[in-house]
């Protein structure tokens, strides 16, 4: 099967200040991410049916060298960008967006020692997940369930709680988890597997069911305070504009598996059209393929994504550049890298979901037969779109340029 093709506009070429070693190593990881995609395409739609826990899919990515590449070079990793990683999730959301959504909450997750941490833990972190090729999973999100709370106990503290939402728990080797101590947030990162750890394997939605993100509960799970991201006592301080920078990665992660997951069923629509459509009684022609209604919707389509691809490209750079101002970062300079996210969530959130709902609309009845699990693109990115409202990024955007009024960090923002 040949690799997804549809946005050809996403990005590998040289950039300005880029040795060309840096941008062939990028070029050669995206062609490793679009084999993956191809491979993990062909069976989309028979493991979303099978809703089991994807273990295989994790070694794919794993054997394909597509974890480790943010990590320096000399440990191991190929040195991307964070921005960079983010096009590599497109392409594998090309072939699956639930296994592109576990690449992309990696990708932020192995990002938050970066900020949160002394030096110290984030090179040792980055060292083995260079050497060791982890795999994370999070238990982050803030909505649902009890909170996660860490209390003192002795030398260290225990995490009591549960969560609704954890994508890749299960699968982890490592854990980011948020969690509040005496009120406040903090980071916590730790290997997978400790004791009090209970999945509750209740994954069952219309869309993402790959994504192993069931309900967690923490039971008195003990944590050593070198997990625990920064240095005691680890509350009282302000977050950094620098480090307010978490939920961007988040966001940009997002973006890029809503755009993907509409270029891939793009180039699936099209195969179809061509292999399998009928001209319509009344359109004068003998191929679907000279269909005037369906060439225009396909135009329209078409155009709408790869617009969308470009704002996401403009996202990824924007963060980028924040990134590297590092801990200097001021609020206006965080202001307008979120703002250039929110603005790309908000489209490719609205083009994500009209194309996967347009393209039957080339295809035909016949292309809504359940084995062909073409609905999986509209149901995956339906499940995750409502993850935060994104009404709410269209008003930061708009207060942001209306008012000069920054989003208010969250973890939503």
Known sequence: MSAPTTSSTSSISPSPGVAAADQDRF????????????????????RDRANETPRAEVELL?????????????YGGSGLSYGQASIITRRIARGDTSIAHLLGYHYAQTRVAQLFGTPEQADALSRKNAEQKLFWGGIQNPRGGSDLVLTRDGDGFRLNGSRTFASGATLADHLSVTATLD?????????AGKDGFNPLDDWDNIGQRLTDSG????????????????????????????????????????????????????????????ANARAWESSGVDRASDDPYILETVGEIVAEVRAAALLADRAGEALDRALAVGPELTDEQRAEAAIAIYEAKYLTTKVALDATSRLFEIQGARATTAAYGFDRHWRNVRTHTVHDPVAYKAREVGDWELNRRAPEFSLYR
């Open 183 to 191: 009120g406040e947030l903090v980071f916590i990162s730790l290997p």
């Open 215 to 274: 309900g967690i509960e923490l039971n008195d799970v003990r944590i050593e305070a070198s997990e625990v991201l920064g240095t005691e006592p680890f509350v009282g301080g302000v977050p950094s504009a620098y480090q307010t920078l978490v939920t961007p990665h988040w966001q940009l992660a997002f973006v890029n598996f809503y755009i993907g997951t509409a270029e891939g069923a793009i180039d699936e629509a099209l195969e179809w059209v061509k």
């Open 62 to 74: 794993r054997s394909a060298d597509l974890l480790q590449v943010q990590e320096p070079l000399e």
């Open 27 to 46: 070029a050669r990881l995206l062609d490793a991410a679009d084999r993956v995609a191809a491979e993990l395409r062909g069976t989309a739609a028979e």
